[in-house]
């Protein structure tokens, strides 16, 4: 289904990082953005740099874990950007541990923000893309799906992302809805950089040390992984559901 009405995306997570250089690429693929991270004031600097390129972009605050808070956000980029028809679910923490040390705590909040944040944010913006007969959705996964020490939560977690994927695909397919799936592999952020800072290395060595194992022989960039969002956002993207796409540089075992 193609239209010249302006698409509304959301983009969860969307202050700094991954999220921020989504939405800033989706704004260049002329959608309108939703802004979302857990402080609406620290938008500022993504809503920014899409209105100065002429785009238009809103800033909202909301933690994805909690439902009255998730509800309110929707309806709120309902009234003022317009029915969303995207959705990017970026939003992510690290409570990073070997399993005997990790707490229930550390367990709860990782699996609290990607995997019940995604559940939320998918339902409360599903009803639109249904009536609209067009949804996008893209999940954040991540290489560590495939298992990595001391993250056993973010592991399970990245996993369960691709299983939700897949659901959402089978489920809202028939309304013209698709939702994929992109894998990171190791991408320059402020995450990666806190994982280095855990293992007590510098984070331009640890990037020296990434890119030395990978095919390309370089890490990735946010940018990396917008480029894989707005291919699966694309009205063009119609045929392409259920998928999850590993942005690693090279194959993953």
Not at 56 to 76: F, M, P, W, Y
Not at 192 to 206: I, K, L, S
Request: proline share 2%; hydrophobic share 50%; with cysteine.
């Amino acid at each position: 289904m193609f239209t010249t009405e302006q698409r509304v995306a959301v983009v969860t997570g969307a202050a700094r990082g991954i999220g921020a250089a989504t939405a800033i690429r989706l704004a260049e693929e002329g959608r309108a953005v939703a802004v979302i991270d857990l402080d609406e004031a620290a938008c500022a600097d993504t809503v920014g740099k899409i209105t100065a390129a002429g785009g238009r972009a809103l800033a909202v605050g909301a933690d994805v874990s909690d439902e009255a808070q998730v509800e309110a956000a929707v309806t709120r980029i309902a009234a003022e950007l317009g029915a969303p028809t995207i959705l990017v679910n970026n939003a992510g923490v690290l409570r990073d541990n070997l399993l005997f040390k990790m707490s229930a705590s550390d367990w709860d909040t990782v699996l609290g923000v990607h995997l019940r944040g995604a559940f939320l944010m998918s339902r409360a913006v599903q009803k639109h893309m249904v009536d609209a007969e067009f949804g996008r959705i893209v999940n954040l996964s991540s290489s560590s799906a495939l298992g990595n020490r001391g993250q056993v939560n973010y592991s399970a977690a990245k996993a369960g992302m691709q299983g939700f994927t897949k659901t959402l695909a089978i489920e809202l397919g028939k309304f013209g809805v698709t939702a994929n799936a992109v894998a990171p592999g190791f991408i320059a952020t402020d995450m990666t950089a806190a994982t280095a800072e855990r293992v007590g290395m510098g984070f331009e060595d640890f990037q020296k040390a990434a890119a030395s194992q990978i095919p390309v022989r370089r890490v990735g960039y946010p940018e990396d992984i917008a480029n894989a969002v707005a291919f699966f956002t694309a009205e063009a993207a119609g045929f392409v559901s259920g998928q999850v796409l590993y942005v690693a540089g090279g194959p993953l075992n």
